[in-house]
């Protein structure tokens, strides 16, 4: 790996990056951060970053990312609600594993996600890269959509979109964001962590 190629392009990337990108980037990394700690300020922060990232997105031909980016919103608020709403008993609402049927429409909604994003990107949008722009959105769904229902899983799905995404924001130029899914790939990992820790006996719901 050209370590000097890679430091080179960030540096360069930084002084192009825009006030907004960098506003979007921040408070993306808070809501993740608040994510790990189970912190309710997860959807509060979220939202800013995912409303500047409809805008940035849009304007580098990610459609499918601006779709994921208005999604996240409504997931966030929906997220909010549950994580705010107590159990029966008056508790917190508890970290959790999906059962076996969950797994399985994760990966449905994966498949069907996937195939209509592709579908979509290449046939109606000028996206050049319709096979991981439908990826990293469809598997970043799924992982809302779990993060929303305090699923252990989630992080697995968060692992899988960031990885991808890294390469795929340099490929747009978007240098400071896809650092971002850097610092999100192991800031995910430590949460996978973290969330396996607080669940402690394998409950699944």
Same mark, same amino acid.
Request: proline share 3%; hydrophobic share 50%; aromatic share 20%.
């Given at each position: 790996?050209?370590? *000097?190629?890679?430091?080179?392009?960030? *540096?360069?990337?930084?002084?192009?990056?825009?006030?907004?990108?960098?506003?979007?980037?921040?408070?993306?990394?808070?809501?993740?951060?608040?994510?790990?700690?189970?912190?309710?300020?997860?959807?509060?922060?979220? #939202? #800013?970053?995912?409303?500047?990232? #409809?805008?940035?997105? !849009?304007? !580098?031909?990610?459609?499918?990312?601006?779709?994921?980016?208005?999604?996240? /919103?409504?997931?966030?608020?929906?997220?909010?609600?549950?994580? @705010?709403?107590?159990?029966?008993?008056?508790?917190?609402?508890?970290? /959790?594993?999906?059962?076996?049927?969950?797994?399985?429409? $994760?990966?449905?909604?994966?498949?069907? $996600?996937?195939?209509?994003?592709?579908? !979509?990107? @290449?046939?109606? /949008?000028?996206?050049?890269?319709?096979?991981?722009?439908?990826?990293? /959105? $469809?598997?970043?769904?799924?992982?809302?959509?779990?993060?929303?229902?305090?699923? !252990?899983?989630?992080?697995?799905?968060?692992?899988?979109?960031?990885?991808? @995404?890294?390469?795929?924001?340099?490929?747009?130029?978007?240098?400071?964001? $896809?650092?971002?899914?850097?610092?999100?790939?192991?800031?995910?990992?430590?949460?996978?962590?973290?969330?396996?820790?607080?669940?402690?006996?394998?409950?699944?719901?």
């Amino acid at each position: 790996m050209d370590w *000097q190629y890679i430091w080179e392009g960030l *540096q360069e990337g930084l002084a192009q990056t825009t006030l907004l990108e960098a506003i979007a980037a921040f408070f993306g990394v808070a809501s993740v951060y608040y994510s790990i700690k189970k912190n309710i300020l997860v959807f509060p922060t979220g #939202i #800013i970053s995912t409303l500047i990232y #409809i805008y940035i997105t !849009v304007m !580098v031909g990610l459609y499918a990312d601006m779709g994921i980016n208005f999604y996240y /919103t409504a997931m966030s608020i929906y997220g909010w609600y549950v994580w @705010s709403k107590p159990t029966p008993t008056g508790e917190e609402r508890p970290v /959790t594993y999906l059962k076996k049927s969950g797994i399985f429409y $994760s990966l449905a909604i994966f498949g069907a $996600s996937y195939l209509t994003l592709y579908l !979509v990107l @290449s046939n109606y /949008t000028d996206s050049t890269v319709p096979y991981w722009d439908s990826f990293t /959105t $469809s598997s970043a769904f799924v992982g809302m959509w779990l993060m929303a229902k305090k699923k !252990v899983e989630n992080w697995i799905a968060w692992i899988i979109t960031d990885l991808v @995404s890294v390469p795929l924001y340099w490929h747009k130029d978007l240098i400071l964001t $896809s650092f971002q899914f850097m610092v999100f790939t192991v800031m995910a990992i430590l949460g996978l962590i973290a969330w396996m820790k607080a669940a402690k006996k394998p409950v699944y719901a």
